[in-house]
Structure formats: C-alpha cells, structure tokens
C-alpha cells in the first residue's frame, strides 16, 4: 500500500541531469601517482590521523587506507571503525553523509573530508524542510531514513537503516503493526515494500548512478554471457533488480563475489567496488551493467561524480592544512543518533546475518 495524502504533493525529488555535476577523475603520471601516495603515507605517519574510503572511491584512496592501518568499507562500519580507533582524528574519503554519521557516532573526533562539496544526489533529494512538512502531515507512522541523508532528516527520523538491514528493519516494524514514511530512495523502498508487504509512503528521490542502469540493455548483455551471474544494489530500477541472481548492498555484493560458484559477473552498483571485487576474487570476471552508455543521457555512467570528488591531491591538502573539517550540530547529532543506535542495537541484536552494509 502506498496510498497519498491527497492533500500532499508527493513530487519527483530525482536530480534533473544538467544539475548532476561531471564526473572528473584525476589524471595523474606515474610519477605523480607515486610521489602524492608517499606524502599522504608520510603525513599519516607524522600526525594521529586514520584513513577510512568507501569502496565507490578511487583505488588509490582504498589501497592507502588499507596499507596505513585504515578502513575501506560501507559508511556506517567506516563510521564505526573510527569510533573504534584510538586516532583522535579521521579523515573520511567518501561523500558528505558519510563524514556526518562519521561524526554522529564520534563526536569528539575531529572529521576531515578531502572535498565538503562531495554530496550525493539521495542526500540533496531529501531537504529537511520539505521533508518534516510530509512527516508532520503523517503523525501516526514511523519514519525510517536510509544512511544517504543528512544529520537534520535523520534526526527528524525515528530509524536509520542501510541497504543490508532495511528488509529486516521493516520486517520487524510491520509485526508489531507500524506503518511506514519512507525516505528517500523510491527504488529501494519499492524493493523493500514487495519483499515485507508493510504499508509504506515512500518518498520519490533516487541515486544518479543507480538509476541509469537499463533492464533492456542488462537482458541483452546476460545473453552475451549466459554463465554469469548478476549481482545487484536494491537502488537500481525494478526491472534490473528483477534479473538479479544477487540483490544486495555493497558489502553483499563483495562477499557474493567470493562465494558463488561462478567466474564471470555482471555488476549493477558504482563501478568503484570492482578494487575491491578484484582484490577479493582475482580469478573472477567482473562486467559493468548497462547503463544509456554513449547516450546523451548518461551522467554518471555507473561512477558517482561526487565520490570522484575525492582525489590524491586533495587528500594531500587536507592532511597538510587540516581544512574541510565536518561539522554536525550537537542537538542535531545527538537526536540523529537516536535513530542510528536503534540500527546498531537491531543488527546487534539478530546477530551476524543481518548485513549493515549501505550504499
């Protein structure tokens, strides 16, 4: 059930394409490559900071964070392995949301980011005052967010929860006879909604990259490769979701990879988590899903411009001046908190087979 205020607009909160910025990814010499790597290594050993990457980042970034004694994960077990680490500092390569829950959940840390301006189309999608109006206007249903939100949504939520945990989140509302706000991917929520059968208003945004990848397209390609299997996040459009051998978030997909008894893989999420892939599984095949490819209409081309935004260069920067620090307001992080702990404690609870990756 999905049935509207019809006193309420619900409006299409997708970014229209020319507002969805270039993907720009760093061109670097090997020399260059090199001799950036070694001064972030340097700084990192100099100062008290740790280096946690989300998998969408640039390899490079991955490979420093795993080789300093960093994290390279989703953005709430990069969140939680910072709290978890004596530095004093961490300097969080991924997307804005990410550095918030980074400092939500530690809050007397100093948090870098190697650009402030690394958003995420979810996040700008979702603003805090259209979105307490479609709450307030439905006081008798529990507000569930994703992680792809500001501090402000989630601290005007009741729950967060991530693309591995969200199925059981609503499971476990719909028993006890909750109905559902929720926010903000559509293609996530419809995914959820069919598999619990809860009773959810969902919100209309969606993710820039995960929504260009074509069922038609994706359908053609499977014959190409008969024998491979296809692994998909929940953010993508119900007709690639439906093809899917996997449904799964980020750290699902990865430990698919691993485990099927396949060798070729058709992928649907930003192309970054193939490092990891690779590093995981080297003697497996992993293929990019469609997206409109060559077509004037594709944007990200399975590469989030915003995760792009975190470059050696500007990772250097931050490192030498200390700048681009996150901050969140303590009222705000701490009734966003609220909502993030009720996860924690859930995923604690159920034990290791509810997966807590996000996006």
């Not at 390279?72 to 709290?83: E, K, N, P």
């Not at 402000?152 to 509302?173: E, Y």
């Not at 990772?315 to 009720?342: C, D, F, M, W």
Request: hydrophobic share 40%.
């Amino acid at each position: 059930m999905n049935a509207i205020n019809p006193g309420l607009e619900l409006r299409d909160y997708r970014m229209p394409p020319d507002e969805v910025p270039e993907t720009i990814v760093e061109t670097l010499s090997i020399e260059e490559r090199d001799e950036l790597k070694a001064r972030v290594k340097k700084l990192l050993k100099k100062q008290d900071p740790v280096l946690v990457a989300h998998y969408y980042t640039d390899a490079d970034l991955q490979l420093l964070a795993d080789e300093t004694g960093g994290y390279v994960s989703d953005s709430l077990d990069m969140a939680r392995f910072g709290h978890e680490s004596p530095a004093s500092t961490l300097v969080v390569c991924g997307v804005r949301f990410m550095g918030e829950t980074a400092k939500i959940l530690n809050p007397e840390k100093r948090i870098l980011m190697p650009d402030l301006a690394a958003d995420c189309s979810l996040d700008i999608g979702c603003p805090i005052d259209g979105f307490s109006k479609f709450c307030d206007q439905h006081p008798d249903r529990t507000v569930v967010v994703y992680a792809n939100t500001s501090a402000a949504v989630k601290a005007r939520a009741d729950w967060m929860v991530t693309s591995g945990s969200a199925v059981d989140v609503i499971n476990s509302l719909r028993d006890q006879g909750k109905k559902i706000i929720w926010a903000p991917d559509k293609y996530l929520g419809q995914y959820v909604q069919e598999k619990t059968g809860a009773d959810m208003l969902i919100w209309q945004g969606a993710c820039v990259v995960h929504e260009e990848f074509k069922g038609v397209e994706l359908e053609l390609l499977r014959r190409e490769h008969p024998q491979a299997k296809v692994l998909v996040h929940p953010e993508s459009p119900a007709s690639v979701i439906k093809q899917a051998d996997v449904v799964s978030s980020t750290t699902g997909i990865i430990k698919a990879a691993m485990e099927l008894d396949a060798r070729e893989f058709i992928v649907a999420t930003d192309k970054g988590i193939f490092h990891k892939m690779q590093e995981m599984a080297p003697d497996k095949v992993f293929i990019e899903a469609p997206t409109a490819g060559i077509s004037a209409t594709c944007k990200s081309c399975a590469h989030c411009p915003w995760m792009a935004m975190n470059t050696l260069r500007k990772l250097v920067h931050v490192l030498e001046t200390g700048s681009n620090e996150i901050q969140v307001n303590p009222e705000t992080g701490r009734r966003a908190k609220i909502a993030i702990q009720r996860l924690l404690d859930f995923t604690r609870s159920k034990g290791p087979s509810v997966l807590a990756g996000d996006a």
